[in-house]
């Protein structure tokens, strides 16, 4: 979601600031700014919309000064003007914020009552008032801050520059992320490492509570009590590379393309290939005493998390609740001892997936997360943390990272099978060999390309997209409906092949296409027979299907895509390549914004 950086350097930062929120686009934003601190004023540029905008504001009017602070916003509180864009100000402060501060609406009555005026609708601009109000009485930043802070309630992480101290800023994090960086003579904050790279490897993140003093000698961090604490400084490992979309005309088609690799990468973790045998990034938890999953994830996690129910109870015949994550608490589920519960987040920031795990590990439940980001807030509070090992996903329309995911999540039902005794050893080898073959698999899948974009201008047209299927297949149904609708902008749904005649095929006619999920197996005649009632009412199919599967559905489709044959095990890693494709290449042929679709955030930080 919002991005924030900031600098106290020994040079001018307004472009090296631009530059780090060009690194933070890939989180969504709909305006952005800088302010920096020079010749004893706070001065601003802000300009709604994309970067290139904010880039001629300040091409028109440069932005002079050693030590600044910069913004990308995701509207919550208040359209996306360039009134309500970050940073915000008044005559002492200036800000940014991610976030939400859910108690500013009596905080902003307070402030009025005592005269301050407000020039946006923002819920960030009560803290910059509160802030200066402690100025104005005398208060040093660090003691002003410390009192505000204390009135906050809700997710926020702060970056606050102070007319008065040019060579000063301070941070807060508290249900957001927010991490320090070290470098020479100079350091910084920013919303994640991938803002930091080109200045420096050398980061610490703060915890939850926290809050730190930056100059350019280094960082003093308080607790959420104000004690100074020491937090370790790590090398973040983010470079360049991940920015730049190499031959691919977008990153969301580079990612797509990176998935056999990054796919065989995250298997590296969990496979024993010549022993033929299973691993866990830690051999001490204890799956054997696990008696209930439960699973709670938000958006493409969710479906990954779906998908992961089938393969927990087959394998391991353990019993799987799931939940999205926003859900989750406010139905007060009843969660017994002796429970897993699994997070699954790319980020490992999700402001709801966050709080459900806090609520689930205080009923009492051991805490497992599938994360892409090992250094993340649920990768620090969980008993066993399963990596993924995507690196940084650009594109807002997650692929390689759900991919990644069912990898891992695949491994760990394999690795609960056993721990129950319910894998023999040649099931074991035979799974570890199945799950081995997915990387190449994936690679077979890609080769389809150019005859999914020939295809792309069937769906295009359309203004209503249905997808089928059953078993695993049903929630990769609905992770194909998801991606149409978050790049395309067309309404899509996916749903269990055998439920459309108890409702949904009252809307298929000759202008509905239908994406038809069904590679040859167990369940494949039964999903063909569902097709075929929907054929029957002049509904134009595209089956995506093995070359087996293919030929026994006989004609009627308008398009066939064809997979390679695969295991069943790992046939949602292979068929989520076409439906990822065919997304792409019809929000392409509809000319929309595909990495950064509209009103989309990568990282969800408030509820």
């Not at 998908?307 to 017994?336: G, T």
């Not at 599938?370 to 649920?378: A, G, I, L, Q």
């Not at 695949?410 to 099931?427: M, V």
């Not at 997209?465 to 078993?471: C, E, H, I, K, N």
Request: hydrophobic share 45%; net charge negative; with cysteine.
């Amino acid at each position: 979601m919002c991005g924030i950086i900031g600098i106290v350097g020994k040079e001018e930062v307004c472009g090296r600031l631009l530059a780090g929120l060009r690194r933070l686009e890939y989180r969504g934003y709909d305006s952005a700014g800088i302010a920096t601190d020079h010749d004893g004023i706070i001065d601003r540029r802000r300009a709604p919309g994309k970067l290139d905008n904010l880039a001629a504001v300040l091409h028109e009017n440069p932005l002079p000064g050693t030590t600044g602070i910069a913004h990308t916003r995701w509207a919550t509180h208040g359209a996306p003007t360039e009134d309500n864009a970050h940073p915000h100000a008044t005559e002492h402060v200036a800000l940014v914020h991610n976030g939400i501060i859910e108690n500013f609406k009596p905080l902003r009555e307070e402030l009025q009552a005592r005269g301050r005026v407000f020039k946006s609708q923002t819920d960030t601009e009560v803290v910059a008032h509160l802030v200066s109000e402690q100025i104005e009485q005398g208060a040093e930043p660090a003691q002003a801050v410390s009192t505000v802070l204390k009135r906050l309630h809700g997710a926020f992480a702060l970056a606050i520059l102070f007319r008065e101290h040019p060579d000063l800023l301070i941070g807060a994090r508290l249900g957001s992320p927010l991490v320090v960086g070290y470098g020479d003579g100079e350091t910084y904050l920013g919303s994640d490492a991938l803002a930091l790279a080109p200045l420096t490897q050398r980061i610490c993140y703060l915890e939850e509570g926290d809050w730190v003093i930056i100059t350019r000698e280094g960082a003093q961090i308080f607790d959420k009590n104000d004690q100074p604490v020491e937090r370790p400084i790590t090398i973040s490992g983010a470079t360049d590379i991940a920015l730049t979309k190499g031959n691919h005309r977008h990153f969301m088609l580079k990612e797509i393309y990176e998935q056999p690799i990054v796919v065989a990468q995250t298997l590296r973790a969990y496979l024993r290939r010549l022993e033929g045998t299973l691993a866990l990034p830690t051999e001490d938890f204890d799956l054997a005493s696990v008696k209930r999953v439960t699973i709670v994830a938000c958006g493409t996690s969710f479906y990954a998390g779906l998908v992961a129910k089938y393969w927990f109870e087959q394998f391991a015949r353990v019993p799987v609740d799931i939940d999205v994550a926003s859900e989750f608490r406010y139905r007060a589920p009843v969660l017994e001892e002796g429970g897993l519960a699994l997070f699954i987040s790319q980020s490992g920031e999700t402001a709801d997936t966050l709080a459900a795990l806090r609520h689930a590990r205080a009923e009492g439940q051991k805490i497992a997360v599938v994360v892409n980001v090992p250094t993340s807030t649920m990768a620090r509070e969980a008993d066993l943390l399963l990596s993924t090992h995507a690196g940084p996903e650009i594109g807002v329309a997650s692929t390689k990272a759900f991919t990644c995911q069912l990898a891992v999540l695949a491994a760990l039902a394999a690795n609960l099978a056993r721990a129950k005794g319910r894998l023999s050893p040649d099931e074991e080898r035979a799974i570890v060999r199945h799950l081995s073959e997915a990387p190449a698999a994936l690679n077979g899948a890609l080769a389809y390309d150019e005859a999914i974009q020939e295809m792309a201008p069937i769906i295009a047209a359309a203004r209503d997209v249905l997808y089928l299927g059953r078993g695993p297949d049903y929630p990769l149904a609905m992770e194909g409906a998801l991606k149409l609708k978050e790049i395309s902008y067309i309404h899509a749904e996916g749903y269990a092949a055998g439920e459309m005649k108890h409702g949904p095929i009252a809307l298929i006619d000759e202008n509905v296409p239908i994406i038809v999920i069904a590679p040859s197996g167990p369940l494949f005649d039964k999903t063909v027979s569902n097709m075929q009632e929907v054929q029957a009412r002049g509904g134009k199919v595209v089956l995506i299907s093995d070359y087996d599967g293919i030929q026994a559905a006989g004609d009627g489709c308008v398009a066939t895509i064809t997979m390679p044959k695969v295991h069943p095990l790992i046939a949602p890693l292979v068929y989520a390549v076409p439906i990822q494709l065919l997304a792409y290449h019809v929000a392409v042929a509809k000319g929309t914004d595909v990495d950064q679709p509209r009103n989309l955030a990568k990282s969800v930080t408030v509820e």
